[in-house]
Every structure is written in structure tokens, then in C-alpha cells.
């Protein structure tokens, strides 16, 4: 079997996996045939003007491998395509299982930090709007419910937290009660600007306040709320 430049052509061009696989054996049965020819003109003499030959024959054997190069990648790009399409059914259930996995991480996180309440003690609160800070809640209204406790306890923790070493009490008490009203006065706040990269942790390194694991080399704190949290909570979750 020999092919012709529109058979070659057709080659170029087949989209059926079948038809692929057939030109590709037909392609190898010719290459067969090729090396088988040029064993039998070796054996024999031949003349001198037949070099012109040996020449096209080679020339048509390279040809043929290219197109069977080409057979080949074109048979691995379809049946790629093919497990994908099919597999793809189950890449989107993955995916979407993925997604409520990390917003069950984020919820059990939440649930770790506080006390959820229950349906007829989230009618009870009144209409006043709900703010939050890291992972405190602050009412944020004049009635009984508003707890300056939490907002203090904050205060307290951010102190600590950026404090180099010990400190006088009087010295502390001031900067809680300072941070006490910054925070009153900027706990509405949606991270949406540049947050700020500390560096320098020491021994006890950095604790990311929203998934809690612990950076020795920066962390990122939010210039408003004073919020620390790792890159990568940075980019998915706030």
C-alpha cells in the first residue's frame, strides 16, 4: 500500500478515534514496506543513475513518519479530550464538594471561637444592626445587650499581642483604653484596605487570628481593625 498525497491529506484531517487508529496502522505497514524495499536493493547491484531513487524513497520515508508523528499526537490530544469530557461530571461534584468542605472549615472554626445561638435566641435580639470584630460579636446599639466586656477583652488582646516585652501597668491601662476606642470607632470595618506586613515574630512567631496556624516569617494586619491574618486567608476569605 502506498499513499498518495490525498490519502496523506486525509490523514492530516481525520477526527474519528477509529479512523486515526486505522491510518495509523497503515502508516506502520508502510513504513514496513519501505525498509523491507530498501533490504532487497542493498543485497542487489544496482546502476549508478539509480541514486535518484534511493533519494525519493527516502525522502517519501521521512514524509511517512511525520505523518505517523502527527497520527500519534493527534490519537493522545482525542483521547485526553475524550477522559476529560467524561470525567468531567465528576471534576465539577469534586469541585463543588470542595467548596462546602472549606465553608464547613470556616463554619466549624467560627463555632469553635463562639457559642452559636439558636434560632428563638437569634429572634429574641433586637433589630439593631450586628458588627463584628475577628471573631467577637458587638452589638452594636444602646440596649442591654450591647457588651462592653467583648470590646474590652479585644482591646486587651491587641495590646498584648503587639506588646515587645512587659510593660508598666499604668503605661498598659492607657493603651488598652486607647485601643478600647479605636476599635469602638473602627470595628465596622470590610478589610478594604491595603493591609500591613509585620515582620519579625521572635519566638513566638505569628498566629493567623482566623485559621489559627502559626507564621514565624510575616503575618498581615489590617491598618483599620488591627485584624491579623496569614496570605493565604487574606486572599480566600476575607
Not at 517519501?60 to 482525542?78: D, V
Not at 461530571?89 to 467548596?99: D, K, M, S
Not at 470556616?106 to 428563638?120: D, M, N
Not at 509585620?198 to 488591627?226: D, P, V
Request: aromatic residues 6%; contains cysteine.
Amino acid at each position: 500500500m502506498l499513499f498518495t498525497e490525498e490519502s496523506m491529506a486525509s490523514c492530516r484531517h481525520d477526527t474519528n478515534p477509529l479512523a486515526i487508529e486505522a491510518d495509523i496502522a497503515a502508516v506502520v505497514k508502510q513504513l514496513a514496506e519501505i525498509k523491507h524495499y530498501r533490504e532487497i536493493r542493498k543485497s542487489k547491484q544496482h546502476a549508478a543513475n539509480s541514486l535518484d531513487k534511493d533519494v525519493a524513497w527516502m525522502v517519501f520515508e521521512q514524509e511517512i513518519k511525520a505523518i505517523r508523528t502527527s497520527l500519534t499526537g493527534l490519537k493522545i490530544a482525542y483521547s485526553t479530550a475524550s477522559a476529560i469530557n467524561q470525567d468531567s461530571p465528576l471534576i465539577t461534584l469534586l469541585q463543588a464538594e470542595e467548596a462546602q468542605a472549606s465553608s464547613n472549615r470556616i463554619l466549624a472554626h467560627q463555632a469553635s471561637r463562639e457559642r452559636l445561638l439558636l434560632q428563638e435566641e437569634i429572634q429574641e435580639f433586637c433589630e439593631a444592626e450586628v458588627e463584628f470584630t475577628t471573631a467577637d460579636r458587638i452589638y452594636c446599639c444602646k440596649c442591654e445587650r450591647w457588651d462592653e466586656h467583648r470590646l474590652l477583652k479585644r482591646a486587651e488582646e491587641v495590646v498584648e499581642r503587639d506588646a515587645l516585652g512587659p510593660m508598666p501597668r499604668q503605661e498598659q491601662q492607657q493603651r488598652v483604653r486607647d485601643m478600647q476606642e479605636d476599635l469602638r470607632q473602627n470595628h465596622e470595618c470590610e478589610h478594604s484596605r491595603r493591609f500591613e506586613r509585620i515582620e519579625g515574630g521572635g519566638r513566638r512567631g505569628f498566629t493567623c487570628e482566623m485559621c489559627e496556624a502559626r507564621y514565624w516569617k510575616f503575618i498581615l494586619e489590617c491598618r483599620r481593625c488591627h485584624l491579623r491574618v496569614c496570605q493565604e486567608c487574606r486572599c480566600h476569605r476575607i
